[in-house]
Protein backbone atom coordinates (compact mmCIF):
# COMPACT_ATOMS: atom_id res chain seq x y z
CA UNK A 1 0.00 0.00 0.00
CA UNK A 2 1.17 3.38 -0.84
CA UNK A 3 1.99 5.57 1.82
CA UNK A 4 -0.51 8.36 2.48
CA UNK A 5 0.56 9.99 5.26
CA UNK A 6 1.83 13.49 3.44
CA UNK A 7 -1.21 13.34 1.34
CA UNK A 8 -4.37 15.83 1.68
CA UNK A 9 -7.85 13.40 1.78
CA UNK A 10 -9.81 14.40 -1.02
CA UNK A 11 -12.74 12.22 -1.03
CA UNK A 12 -14.30 8.85 0.53
CA UNK A 13 -16.78 6.91 -1.60
CA UNK A 14 -18.74 3.88 0.32
CA UNK A 15 -21.81 1.42 0.55
CA UNK A 16 -23.47 1.74 3.46
CA UNK A 17 -25.28 -1.12 4.36
CA UNK A 18 -27.50 -2.09 7.10
CA UNK A 19 -27.02 -5.47 9.08
CA UNK A 20 -28.81 -6.76 12.21
CA UNK A 21 -26.33 -6.53 15.38
CA UNK A 22 -26.89 -5.64 18.80
CA UNK A 23 -22.92 -4.06 18.51
CA UNK A 24 -23.76 -2.59 15.16
CA UNK A 25 -26.81 -0.86 12.97
CA UNK A 26 -24.56 -0.70 9.48
CA UNK A 27 -21.50 -2.07 7.86
CA UNK A 28 -18.72 -0.32 5.69
CA UNK A 29 -19.29 -3.14 2.83
CA UNK A 30 -17.02 -1.33 0.25
CA UNK A 31 -14.46 1.72 1.09
CA UNK A 32 -12.74 3.80 -1.27
CA UNK A 33 -10.43 6.27 -0.46
CA UNK A 34 -8.67 9.00 -2.56
CA UNK A 35 -6.21 11.26 -1.80
CA UNK A 36 -4.75 13.92 -4.10
CA UNK A 37 -0.88 14.91 -3.32
CA UNK A 38 -0.35 18.46 -2.06
CA UNK A 39 0.69 19.60 -5.78
CA UNK A 40 -2.15 17.89 -7.19
CA UNK A 41 -0.14 15.92 -9.83
CA UNK A 42 -0.83 11.92 -8.55
CA UNK A 43 -3.97 10.74 -7.07
CA UNK A 44 -3.70 7.68 -4.36
CA UNK A 45 -6.70 5.30 -4.03
CA UNK A 46 -6.88 2.25 -1.27
CA UNK A 47 -9.96 -0.45 -1.57
CA UNK A 48 -11.26 -2.04 1.16
CA UNK A 49 -14.02 -4.96 0.86
CA UNK A 50 -15.87 -7.71 2.72
CA UNK A 51 -18.80 -9.84 1.96
CA UNK A 52 -21.54 -10.44 4.36
CA UNK A 53 -20.54 -13.00 6.46
CA UNK A 54 -16.43 -12.00 6.66
CA UNK A 55 -14.97 -14.70 4.64
CA UNK A 56 -13.84 -12.36 1.91
CA UNK A 57 -11.67 -9.64 2.42
CA UNK A 58 -10.71 -7.44 -0.71
CA UNK A 59 -7.93 -4.73 -0.66
CA UNK A 60 -6.28 -2.38 -3.16
CA UNK A 61 -4.28 0.44 -3.88
CA UNK A 62 -3.83 2.45 -7.11
CA UNK A 63 -2.21 5.78 -8.53
CA UNK A 64 -2.66 7.91 -11.34
CA UNK A 65 -0.19 11.09 -11.93
CA UNK A 66 0.77 13.26 -15.28
CA UNK A 67 -0.94 15.14 -17.48
CA UNK A 68 -2.96 14.75 -20.16
CA UNK A 69 -6.45 13.58 -18.10
CA UNK A 70 -8.97 15.21 -16.03
CA UNK A 71 -9.78 12.90 -13.76
CA UNK A 72 -6.58 11.11 -11.81
CA UNK A 73 -8.97 10.55 -9.16
CA UNK A 74 -11.79 7.80 -11.12
CA UNK A 75 -7.68 6.34 -12.79
CA UNK A 76 -6.61 5.28 -9.34
CA UNK A 77 -9.39 3.93 -7.96
CA UNK A 78 -9.54 2.00 -11.20
CA UNK A 79 -6.24 0.85 -10.40
CA UNK A 80 -7.03 0.04 -7.29
CA UNK A 81 -10.04 -2.21 -8.19
CA UNK A 82 -7.58 -3.84 -10.39
CA UNK A 83 -5.18 -4.39 -7.37
CA UNK A 84 -7.35 -5.70 -5.22
CA UNK A 85 -8.08 -8.81 -8.10
CA UNK A 86 -11.34 -7.03 -9.23
CA UNK A 87 -12.36 -7.69 -13.15
CA UNK A 88 -14.31 -4.92 -14.00
CA UNK A 89 -16.72 -5.04 -17.09
CA UNK A 90 -15.95 -2.13 -18.61
CA UNK A 91 -12.92 -0.12 -16.65
CA UNK A 92 -13.69 3.59 -15.54
CA UNK A 93 -10.26 5.09 -15.34
CA UNK A 94 -10.36 9.09 -15.84
CA UNK A 95 -14.52 8.92 -16.71
CA UNK A 96 -15.31 10.78 -13.26
CA UNK A 97 -17.13 10.06 -10.33
CA UNK A 98 -20.78 8.83 -11.57
CA UNK A 99 -18.66 5.25 -12.73
CA UNK A 100 -16.96 4.97 -9.75
CA UNK A 101 -20.07 5.11 -7.58
CA UNK A 102 -21.71 2.75 -9.58
CA UNK A 103 -18.35 0.49 -9.43
CA UNK A 104 -18.52 0.30 -5.56
CA UNK A 105 -22.71 -0.45 -5.79
CA UNK A 106 -21.86 -3.27 -8.24
CA UNK A 107 -18.77 -4.51 -6.20
CA UNK A 108 -21.03 -4.39 -2.79
CA UNK A 109 -24.06 -6.72 -4.79
CA UNK A 110 -21.39 -8.52 -6.22
CA UNK A 111 -19.96 -9.43 -2.26
CA UNK A 112 -24.01 -10.56 -1.28
CA UNK A 113 -25.11 -6.51 -0.17
CA UNK A 114 -28.58 -6.73 -1.39
CA UNK A 115 -29.16 -3.59 0.31
CA UNK A 116 -27.70 -0.32 1.16
CA UNK A 117 -26.47 3.23 0.01
CA UNK A 118 -22.97 4.57 -1.44
CA UNK A 119 -21.97 7.63 -0.25
CA UNK A 120 -19.51 10.16 -0.92
CA UNK A 121 -17.67 12.58 1.27
Same mark, same amino acid.
Given at each position: ?????? %? =??? #?? $??F???? *???? /? @? +?? %??? =?????? &? /??? @??????? !???? *??????L?? &?? *????????? %????????? +????? $???? #?? +?S???? &??? $????????K??? !???????? +?
Amino acid at each position: MPDVSN %K =EKE #RT $IVFIAPV *RSET /R @K +FA %KAV =EVRIYL &S /RNG @KTAYALL !WAHN *RDHTVHLHG &SG *RAGGYGYCN %KESAAACEA +FSSAG $IELE #RH +FSGCGE &SPM $IKAVEALAKKLG !WKTGEVMT +F
